[in-house]
């Protein structure tokens, strides 16, 4: 069964101090690696699409990496407008996919 | 370009009772997924529609039934309502294929009392 672990479970951060969000997979397969941005009561918001190890991908502020067992959203210089839940999932032979509790990122100014 | 739709956006229904929730995809989208997400936790997968047929289904009971409509519009239903389905559904639309990146619309909020 695909597992999807994300780490920490919160993360306060001050405006302009860069930090790194974890997610740990094991998948039989691996077909693709997603991050989602969730703000409180919306549906999650497309960020990246990672589909092999050491790809890495850029958007504004943020930087998804991906290796074997694990994937990082760098976070570079947050605003308080990046507060949000991000979420990681994996799609493995099927095209299901298999989501982690989300890391709650707060940004005080 | 709209977006995935869902409606409605909140409803409260009583132990028992049936619910039907509605998902319109991306344009252009054939495949259609409906997710299950509890307070705190990330989206748990309910099944998946193409071609107007459920392809995968995850863990969840038989009172969870969907379909599909010929312009790949989906519902989600649900029977006999209990205390433990109150949550956020979403719907995510694709085009079918493993490595498709899926859309999520807004959701619907549920709450059972």
């Known amino acids: 069964e695909d597992q999807v672990t994300q780490s920490p479970e919160a993360l306060r951060l001050q405006e302009g101090e860069s930090s790194s969000l974890n997610c740990s997979y094991t998948v039989s397969g691996l077909r693709g690696l997603f991050w989602y941005r969730q703000d409180p009561g919306k549906g999650p918001e497309f960020l990246f699409t990672?589909?092999?190890a050491g790809e890495e991908k850029e958007k504004e502020r943020l930087k998804a990496t991906l290796t074997k067992k694990e994937s990082f959203l760098h976070i570079t210089a947050p605003k308080p407008e990046d507060s949000a839940t991000y979420l990681c999932a994996v799609a493995g032979a099927n095209s299901k996919l298999t989501f982690g509790k989300g890391i709650t990122l707060s940004v005080r100014p | 370009d709209a977006g995935v739709t869902q409606s409605p956006t909140h409803l409260i229904k009583t132990r028992g009772q049936q619910v039907t929730l509605r998902c319109s995809p991306k344009?252009?989208?054939?495949?259609v997924s409906w997710y299950q997400q509890a307070l705190g936790q990330g989206p748990q997968f309910i099944f998946q529609?193409?071609?107007?047929?459920?392809?995968q289904r995850g863990n969840f009971p038989d009172r969870f039934s969907g379909h599909q409509f010929p312009n790949y519009s989906s519902e989600l239903n649900v029977n006999a309502l209990l205390l433990g389905d109150s949550a956020l559904y979403l719907c995510?639309?694709?085009?079918?294929?493993?490595?498709?990146?899926?859309?999520f619309g807004p959701g619907t909020r549920l709450t059972v009392l």
């Open positions: 529609y193409y071609e107007e047929e459920e392809r």
């Open positions: 990672l589909y092999s």
């Open positions: 995510a639309s694709s085009l079918w294929s493993v490595t498709d990146t899926q859309y």
């Open positions: 344009s252009g989208h054939d495949t």
